[in-house]
């Protein structure tokens, strides 16, 4: 969303107080509220609203997993421990009086906050187009903190999980007439759309080894800029090693599926940045969390002006048509 | 809104921490991030969505000063210092694309975030119906903490300032061809509607000798109601003591700025309960600040059934027909 860089630039104001390590511009803002104290609180926003995000029809439970999860994912990118969260809801007044809607809800909710470890202190509840605002609170060691800013030229680019099922599920959900080309793959592909996983445990069993991490809510390519920007410096990616599901591609075939996971949104996985050397460390924790990692490129310089992204396919650069993902609106 | 004590009872779930001193059901939520420390953190979230608090033609300006205003003020009535704050703002297009309203709603902002000292840490920008929804942190001695449960039978019920002004700048509001008896009335009401000033300094200067305090945001009579719940006692106010301001009466008349004085919301004054010993202490503050105090009651004892306010004018039980304050919607 192009014009909300715009809009960033009008909320760059006042005199940062010495106790905000870190603020507008990485996954969380850092703050230190305890001057002799080395943990820091990671604390991160999320809205989700009817469509912009997610269509009106949507089920409770997809809407509750994906308006925490989504908020934990950026604690994951930081590295930091989820601890508290509050939760400002706004219904419109059928669902507000429809019990079984506000049932399924916080049940999910409850079972989320429980398996993450983190508590709801409170919120708001307002009558409106329905739209769910998170904010979520972490703790994270100062040293420890995975920071947009920290890749290094050499560094290997990897990934978690498989990239794309996210922007596959939603041409499910846009699309309700899509023929499944098994039913398993539909099933898989919208799984992944409406609950995705945050990386939380996996955050912070890499964060001893990685300084640099980012959480792919845009598509890899937008969120790899991100970081390459922050950093001062260029990246490059094989697309041919992207990480993606049989379901993906069983369903759209190998070029679609490479698309969706270089540009889709809303996969949640962790993009991060790690020195080589550290690769057989990473791997240890991916065999002993269960969760996939894959290298799929690496950080390169760049002269000062131009802090990019470069796509190979077999080595040969490659342009995607589609750089990032704009959700429905 | 009846129908969100329903909802309440949806996200009372998980276990609590030791962290959290204090949840749901206050002006803010207390936390406890560093266990040797005796500074809490005090965090509220408030949420303006159109046509509900606000309508859709408010100026940018005035949007900015309720949507920070209302959230300083629950700190102020936890005597907390404002320190952090996010901001998760929902724009239509058109409105995202006007650098004008997007310029006077930031400088609003920032001249707001200087006043009261408070830092924008990060936040949210999303496509979609008009909404602003602030989180924010602040910070408390835990023994200095107001909490709505804390008043005593004897003990005085206070007010600051004068009550009723947002209430009858509402009808301005709502009726654009309401004749002012006076302009400066009107100009008066409207800005008190607009322009709401938390008792942030008034919270953290007597919180030395005030334990128990909550902010008007819903009408003295449904606020003072949650004091007596949490703290299971009673109270009675008299309601010919209530201060009312002379454009309030000058454009209302008597009868009915009593009426907006007891019931009318959106003042984000203080009522705060205190130990009559300490009124001369209040008083002394009271000159300080140049913020008015009254008193307006007492807090009685109650049979543990029946937690109530109780309203008398000249000393005799008088029923008001109109308890508490329903937003626009």
Redesign the interface.
């Known amino acids: 969303?192009a014009?909300?860089e715009?809009?960033?630039q009008?909320?760059s104001?006042?005199?940062?107080?010495n106790?905000?390590v870190l603020?507008?511009?990485d996954d969380?803002?850092l703050?230190k509220?305890?001057p002799s104290?080395s943990?820091l609180?990671a604390?991160?926003?999320?809205?989700l609203?009817?469509?912009?995000?997610f269509l009106a029809d949507i089920s409770p439970k997809a809407l509750a997993s994906r308006a925490l999860n989504t908020n934990l994912s950026d604690l994951a990118a930081m590295g930091a421990t989820p601890?508290?969260y509050?939760?400002?809801?706004?219904?419109p007044?059928d669902i507000?009086?429809n019990?079984t809607w506000?049932?399924e809800?916080?049940q999910q909710?409850?079972a989320l906050?429980?398996e993450y470890g983190c508590?709801?202190?409170?919120?708001?509840?307002?009558?409106?187009?329905l739209?769910v605002?998170i904010?979520i609170?972490g703790?994270v060691e100062h040293s420890q903190a995975m920071l947009r800013e920290n890749a290094q030229v050499g560094d290997l680019v990897c990934v978690t999980g498989s990239l794309g099922d996210a922007a596959g599920g939603l041409q499910f959900v846009l699309d309700k007439d899509l023929t499944a080309v098994k039913p398993v793959y539909k099933q898989h592909l919208l799984a992944r759309f409406n609950h995705p996983t945050p990386r939380v445990a996996f955050g912070l069993a890499v964060k001893q080894y990685v300084c640099c991490a980012i959480d792919i809510s845009d598509g890899l390519v937008a969120d790899l800029s991100h970081i390459v920007k922050a950093s001062q410096v260029s990246a490059e990616i094989e697309l041919s090693q992207l990480p993606v599901s049989d379901a993906l591609v069983g369903q759209f075939g190998q070029t679609q599926a490479c698309q969706y996971a270089a540009t889709g949104g809303d996969d949640y996985e962790l993009c991060f940045t790690v020195n080589p050397q550290h690769l057989m460390d990473i791997n240890k924790i991916a065999e002993q969390t269960g969760i996939a990692v894959t290298v799929v490129g690496r950080i390169t310089e760049s002269d000062q002006s131009n802090h990019s992204v470069t796509t190979l396919l077999n080595g040969q650069v490659q342009q995607l048509t589609q750089l990032g993902y704009q959700?429905f609106?």
């Open positions: 969303m014009e909300f715009l809009i960033a009008h909320f104001f006042g005199h940062k107080p106790t905000v603020d507008k511009g969380c803002a703050i509220p305890n104290s943990n609180l604390i991160t926003t999320d809205s609203v009817a469509g912009t995000h601890k508290w509050s939760l400002a809801l706004t219904l007044k507000a009086n019990q506000l049932s809800f916080s909710l409850a906050s429980e508590y709801l202190i409170g919120g708001d509840t307002t009558s409106g187009p739209a605002t904010s609170i703790e959700h609106a």
